[in-house]
Nanobody
Framework: QVQLVESGGGLVQAGGSLRLSCVGS????????MGWFRQAPGKEREFVAT????????DYADSVKGRFTISRDNAKNTVYLQMNSLKPEDTAVYFC???????????????WGQGTQVTVSS
């Protein structure tokens, strides 16, 4: 089993930046691909970004390309999501998750964190 804890969320004005962190424990962190997803009120959980075990493979949702960057530090068991040029429509609870391979599909991920709230004011 893998435990994941997200942090770094908060309230920011449009155009601002935040960096989310997700720390994993319980198993070898570097064995897993990681993903970031988000869920806004009344909406389904949606893919944001994913990164492979060695950071070679990255993928982003079209809505965040050029603004968000996913990265990981396996020595620290941590994956990051740097979010720049934030927009009100980025407001959501952000979740990190682990899976066997990088994927845009929630079904591919086995363990999930509890989420961290990001609110972008206009």
């Amino acid at each position: 089993q893998v435990q994941l804890v997200e942090s770094g969320g908060g309230l920011v004005q449009a155009g601002g930046s935040l960096r989310l962190s997700c720390v994993g424990s319980g198993r070898t962190f570097s064995d897993y691909a990681m993903g970031w997803f988000r869920q806004a009120p009344g909406k389904e959980r949606e893919f944001v970004a994913t990164i492979s075990q060695t950071s070679i493979s990255l993928d982003y949702a079209d809505s965040v390309k050029g603004r968000f960057t996913i990265s990981r530090d396996n020595a620290k068991n941590t994956v990051y999501l740097q979010m720049n040029s934030l927009k009100p429509e980025d407001t959501a609870v952000y979740f990190c998750a682990v899976g066997a391979i990088p994927s845009v599909r929630t079904q591919r991920y086995v363990y999930w964190g509890q989420g961290t709230q990001v609110t972008v004011s206009s």
